[in-house]
T-cell receptor, first 112, second 114 residues
Framework: QQQVKQSPQSLIVQKGGISIINCAYENTAFDYFPWYQQFPGKGPALLIAIRPDVSEKKEGRFTISFNKSAKQFSLHIMDSQPGDSATYFCAASPGGYNKLIFGAGTRLAVHP | DTEVTQTPKHLVMGMTNKKSLKCEQHMGHRAMYWYKQKAKKPPELMFVYSYEKLSINESVPSRFSPECPNSSLLNLHLHALQPEDSALYLC?????????????FGPGTRLTVL
């Protein structure tokens, strides 16, 4: 119940294309859903986050879509660029304390 | 300053050594975290400190001993580690330990246990 399932494991997209990464969870107590981006040799950095009372959040080229009834959320990267090549982690935080439970990660490669 | 710094960047130690990892932040954050990340895996939470007190220990073996000397500093003391403890150790901080506060991660210390 504490798991967050993330897919795909890896993704190759052409420059200018749309990258889509999906996550699913079971625990209805989760109430905060961030996405982190990690480059090799660096720590993860927050990209965008959403609460379950919102179905979509957009920040620049990055959009989170959230489906509370299906317990799924996804990250869309529009106009993907080679600089977006990184590992992306979805995460969820249960109510009560700021503990992040990460998905397995998606390695995104954007080819020029 | 929105930076979490970690030292050293790399550490190689034998199984009988004692070493420490250091983490520092000057953002006025009151929650600090240690995570362990194995290659090609997600970070896994080890410890959470809130207002300089240990609030979460994720059943971490006692060979890892955290310490929070003040609100800006977090240490992880290592003793009698095993080769399987080799990993990237990440420190993070957030304004508060309540849900929804962004966690800022440092670059990590890459630990190799021989």
């Amino acid at each position: 119940q504490q798991q967050v399932k993330q897919s795909p494991q890896s993704l190759i997209v052409q420059k200018g294309g749309i990258s889509i990464i999906n996550c699913a969870y079971e625990n209805t107590a989760f109430d905060y859903f961030p996405w982190y981006q990690q480059f090799p040799g660096k720590g993860p950095a927050l990209l965008i986050a959403i609460r379950p009372d919102v179905s979509e959040k957009k920040e620049g080229r990055f959009t989170i879509s959230f489906n509370k009834s299906a317990k799924q959320f996804s990250l869309h990267i529009m106009d993907s660029q080679p600089g977006d090549s990184a590992t992306y982690f979805c995460a969820a935080s249960p109510g009560g304390y700021n503990k992040l439970i990460f998905g397995a990660g998606t390695r995104l490669a954007v080819h020029p | 300053d929105t930076e979490v710094t970690q030292t050293p960047k790399h550490l190689v130690m034998g199984m009988t050594n004692k070493k420490s990892l250091k983490c520092e932040q000057h953002m006025g954050h009151r929650a600090m975290y240690w995570y362990k990340q194995k290659a090609k895996k997600p970070p896994e939470l080890m410890f959470v400190y809130s207002y300089e007190k240990l609030s979460i220990n994720e059943s971490v073996p006692s060979r890892f001993s955290p310490e929070c000397p003040n609100s800006s500093l977090l240490n992880l003391h290592l003793h009698a580690l095993q080769p399987e403890d080799s990993a990237l150790y990440l420190c993070a901080s957030s304004q508060d330990d309540s849900p929804g506060y962004e966690q800022f991660f440092g670059p990590g210390t890459r630990l190799t246990v021989l």
